[in-house]
C-alpha cells in the first residue's frame, strides 16, 4: 500500500525529474521496506515515506530543488527530504501542544471547505443521471404581463413546440406540482410520492429503467394510461426486490396499474420524494381545448440534435412562438419562451448561495493559515539560537528555510488528514439535515473530486502559513545571536513584525466573516419578526390522500372531509379544525388571471394566488376576518359560489371601491361560459410563498 502511494505521488513529480530518478527512488523505497519490522516502526516507516514524497513533488514543482545530477542525485534529494520529514516528526513530537493547536486549526479550516465543497460539487460537477445531458436543455414560457422569466409551460405549446421545432430530437415534461397517491398494502393505506410525466419522459432525458420499460408516448392519453414505472427505493422496500415485479399491479387510489418498469437505483428525478412515475392520461380532445393552452403547469425540457448548437436551436424556437402569438392571440400575444441547459436551470436557486457559503468557508482557511502562520512564527522565534547553531555547524539558509517548509508541510498533511476527517462528518450531516445538491438527480458524496480538493487545500495551506517563518528564518542575523548569547536578539525583532503584520491580515479577515455573519443573522432577525398571518403555536398539520377509487364524486369527497372534522373537532385538547387544498409557505399552488364584473376589457388582475378552504381553516390558523363574512356551511354547490380574498388583493385591486359583493371570473377575458365567484369577506394578509416575499 505504501508503495503503491509512493508510485502515484511520484507520478505528480516533473517528467523529467521523474524519467531520470523514479525507478531508483522506488528501488531505494523497496530496499527500506524489506528492512522496516512490523508494527509501531512499520507505521512511522510508511507515514514518513509517503510524506517524504509528498513534500518532495512540492519542492520540485515550486522550485525549491534545482541542481539534480546524475543518477545519485534523485536518491541523495531522497534521503534529505526523508531525513526532514523525520526530523520534522520528532520536533512537533516534543511540543505537542503546539501540534495539535495547529493541526486543531488547520482541520477546522479545511473540513469545513471539504464539507461545503462537496455541496459545490454536487450542484456543479457531478454528472446528472441523464444520457449526454449536455444537450438536455430546459425549456419556459416569459410573459412581461405577468412578471414571468422561466415559468412553466401550456401543455399545447409543448406539444407544437415538439411537432414544429426541428432542433429539437425530443421534447417532453412532467408536472411542476408536487403530489402524493395512496397504496394499498395488504389493506393498510401507504402515502407515495408520485410525478405525472409526458410519455417519453425517461427516453428524452435518455435513461433506461434497470427492470422492464419506460413509458411511450401513447401512453400520455386517456386509454392506454393505467401504468407505472416504480423506483429502485420503492421496488425493494415495497415489493421485496420482487425480480418478476414488472407485469403485476400495485393497488393504488385511483385504479390497480400496472406496473411496467423499475428504474435504476438513485435515480428520482425530478424530485427525491419521487416513488412512481404516472403519465396524465389526457382526453385526446384535450389537445385543442381552450384550457390545454391557458393554463402552465408543465415543466418542459428537450434533447437538442447532435449537430445543431443551441443559438440555431433558438432561433428556430422563437419562429415557432411568433407563430403561436399569430395563431392564438388570445392566450399567446405576448407569451414567449426560451431554454437554458439543464444544469443551469437546476441549480439557479442554489447557485449564490454555495459560491457565497464557498467565499466564506474559503476566507475561514486563510484565517486559520493565518493563525497556524502566527503560531510558527513564534515558535521559530523561540528557535532562533537552534538554528543559528545549525549555520555554525555548516546549514545554509536555503537549507534551514527548506526544513522549515518541511515542518510546515507535514503539519498541514497532518491538518488535512484530520480535516478530510471532519469534511466526511459535515457532509454527513449536510446530506441529513439540508441537502444542499440537483433535487432527485446529484446527491452529496465525499468522491475523488473533493479529496483532490482537500489535497489542493493542504497544499496552499502548507505554503501559505510556511513561507513567513521560511523567510524569517532564511533573513535573520545568525551571527549576531551567537554573538550576543541572546534568543533572537535581531530575529526577535523581525520576527515581532511580521507577527504584527499577520495579527493584522487576521483581524482584516475576521472582520469580513463577522460582517458577513451579520448580515446573515440580521436577515434571519429580519425573517422572524414577519407576521406570516397565521400562527403555528399549537396547530398540527396533516397532509391527506383521499382515495378516488372509494371516493368517486365531489359529495363523497366533501362528505369524508365533513365528518374527518367533526370527529377531530370532538376530541378533548382540538379546539377547531380546518382544512385547506395548499398549506402556506409550503410552494406555489395555481394561480390564474381574473377579470370583475363591469371592468374594462383592458383592466386585469393578474397571478393570484389560490387556496381551497373549509369554514373553519381560518379560525383554526388564527387568520383574522377584516370584514365581511368567512365561508359558512350554507356556501354548497347548489348555492351562489363565494370567496374570500386578503386585504393586498383588496387594496391593490379595488383601491378606490368596496370589494365586497364584487363578482370576479378566473379568465382575462371572460365569456358567457365563464364562472363567476362574489367576493363576501376579506381576511388578514397570509405569506404563501416566502416569507421574503409580498402576501
Known amino acids: 500500500m505504501t508503495r503503491w502511494a509512493v508510485q502515484l505521488l511520484l507520478r505528480l513529480s516533473p517528467s523529467v525529474f521523474r524519467e531520470r530518478h523514479a525507478e531508483e527512488l522506488i528501488a531505494v523505497h523497496d530496499q527500506r521496506a524489506a528492512q522496516t519490522r512490523g508494527g509501531p516502526s512499520a507505521l512511522w516507516f510508511a507515514t514518513s515515506e509517503v510524506m517524504g514524497a509528498a513534500v518532495l513533488v512540492v519542492r520540485l514543482h515550486f522550485g525549491l530543488e534545482t541542481g539534480i545530477t546524475g543518477a545519485r542525485g534523485g536518491a541523495t534529494m531522497w534521503e534529505t527530504t526523508r531525513q526532514d520529514v523525520r526530523f520534522a516528526m520528532r520536533t512537533l513530537g516534543r511540543n505537542p501542544g503546539f501540534a495539535l493547536v495547529a493541526i486543531a486549526v488547520l482541520a477546522l479550516g479545511i473540513g469545513a471547505n471539504t464539507a461545503i465543497f462537496s455541496a459545490v460539487n454536487a450542484s456543479f460537477f457531478r454528472p446528472l443521471p441523464f444520457g449526454d445531458a449536455d444537450r438536455l436543455v430546459m425549456l419556459f414560457e416569459t410573459n412581461p404581463e405577468f412578471g414571468w422569466d422561466d415559468a412553466t409551460a401550456a401543455p399545447a405549446n409543448v406539444f407544437d413546440w415538439r411537432d414544429q421545432v426541428e432542433a429539437f430530437e425530443a421534447v417532453s415534461g412532467y408536472s411542476d406540482f408536487s403530489n402524493q397517491v395512496t397504496a394499498f398494502r395488504d389493506g393498510e393505506p401507504v402515502l407515495l410520492g408520485a410525478t405525472e410525466v409526458i410519455g417519453n419522459f425517461f427516453s428524452t432525458l435518455g435513461v433506461v429503467p434497470a427492470l422492464g420499460r419506460g413509458f411511450r408516448m401513447d401512453e400520455t392519453w386517456e386509454g392506454s394510461d393505467n401504468v407505472v414505472v416504480i423506483s429502485h427505493d420503492l421496488w425493494i422496500n415495497y415489493f421485496g426486490a420482487d425480480p418478476d415485479i414488472v407485469g403485476k399491479s400495485i393497488e393504488l387510489s385511483a385504479g390497480s396499474p400496472e406496473i411496467i418498469g423499475v428504474m435504476p437505483e438513485g435515480f428520482s428525478y425530478p424530485s427525491a420524494e419521487t416513488e412512481l412515475w404516472t403519465v396524465p392520461g389526457w382526453a385526446t380532445t384535450d389537445r385543442d381545448a381552450p384550457f390545454f393552452r391557458r393554463a402552465h403547469w408543465v415543466r418542459a425540457f428537450a434533447r437538442l440534435k447532435p449537430d445543431v448548437t443551441q443559438t440555431e436551436a433558438d432561433a428556430q424556437l422563437q419562429v415557432v412562438v411568433s407563430r403561436l402569438q399569430e395563431d392564438y392571440p388570445q392566450t399567446n400575444s405576448v407569451m414567449g419562451a426560451g431554454f437554458t441547459p439543464m444544469r443551469n436551470f437546476l441549480i439557479k436557486e442554489v447557485r449564490t448561495q454555495l459560491l457565497v457559503l464557498l467565499g466564506a468557508v474559503g476566507l475561514l482557511l486563510l484565517l486559520a493559515c493565518t493563525n497556524v502562520a502566527n503560531l510558527m512564527l513564534v515558535r521559530a522565534n ?314
Open 382 to 695: 523561540d528557535r532562533t539560537r537552534e538554528i543559528a547553531l545549525r549555520h555554525a555547524l555548516g546549514a545554509g539558509r536555503v537549507r534551514v528555510a527548506r526544513q522549515m517548509l518541511v515542518e510546515s508541510g507535514v503539519l498541514a498533511l497532518l491538518g488535512g488528514a484530520a480535516g478530510l476527517a471532519l469534511g466526511w462528518a459535515g457532509v454527513r450531516a449536510i446530506a441529513v439535515s439540508n441537502p444542499m445538491s440537483i433535487d432527485g438527480a446529484t446527491s452529496l458524496a465525499l468522491d475523488y473530486r473533493v479529496v483532490l480538493f482537500t489535497l489542493v487545500a493542504t497544499g496552499l495551506s502548507g505554503i501559505l502559513f510556511g513561507t513567513a517563518p521560511a523567510l524569517q528564518t532564511a533573513a535573520g542575523d545568525i551571527y549576531g545571536v551567537l554573538r550576543d548569547g541572546a534568543r533572537g536578539a535581531s530575529g526577535g525583532r523581525r520576527g515581532l513584525r511580521m507577527v504584527s503584520a499577520l495579527v493584522t491580515a487576521e483581524i482584516a479577515l475576521a472582520l469580513l466573516l463577522v460582517v458577513g455573519a451579520g448580515l446573515m443573522v440580521r436577515t434571519f432577525w429580519l425573517l422572524r419578526e414577519v407576521d406570516p398571518g397565521f400562527t403555528t403555536q399549537g396547530v398540527l398539520a396533516a397532509q391527506i390522500s383521499v382515495p378516488s377509487a372509494r371516493y368517486q364524486n365531489r359529495d363523497q369527497v366533501l362528505e369524508f372531509y365533513d365528518g374527518l372534522i367533526r370527529s377531530l373537532e370532538g376530541r378533548p385538547g382540538v379546539e377547531s379544525a380546518g382544512t385547506v387544498g395548499h398549506l402556506p409557505l409550503m410552494g406555489t399552488s395555481w394561480t390564474s388571471s381574473f377579470q370583475a364584473e363591469g371592468w374594462p376589457p383592458d383592466r386585469v388582475g393578474v397571478e393570484i394566488v389560490h387556496r381551497r378552504a373549509d369554514t373553519k381553516y381560518f379560525e383554526t390558523v388564527e387568520t383574522p376576518l377584516i370584514r365581511g363574512r368567512l365561508f359558512e356551511s350554507t356556501d354548497g354547490p347548489e348555492e351562489p359560489l363565494v370567496i374570500v380574498v386578503n386585504e393586498t388583493f383588496a387594496r391593490e385591486h379595488f383601491p378606490a371601491e368596496d370589494p365586497i359583493g364584487q363578482k370576479i371570473a378566473y379568465d382575462q377575458a371572460p365569456t358567457a361560459e365563464s364562472t363567476w365567484y362574489e367576493i363576501i369577506g376579506i381576511v388578514g394578509d397570509q405569506h404563501q410563498v416566502t416569507l421574503g416575499l409580498a402576501p
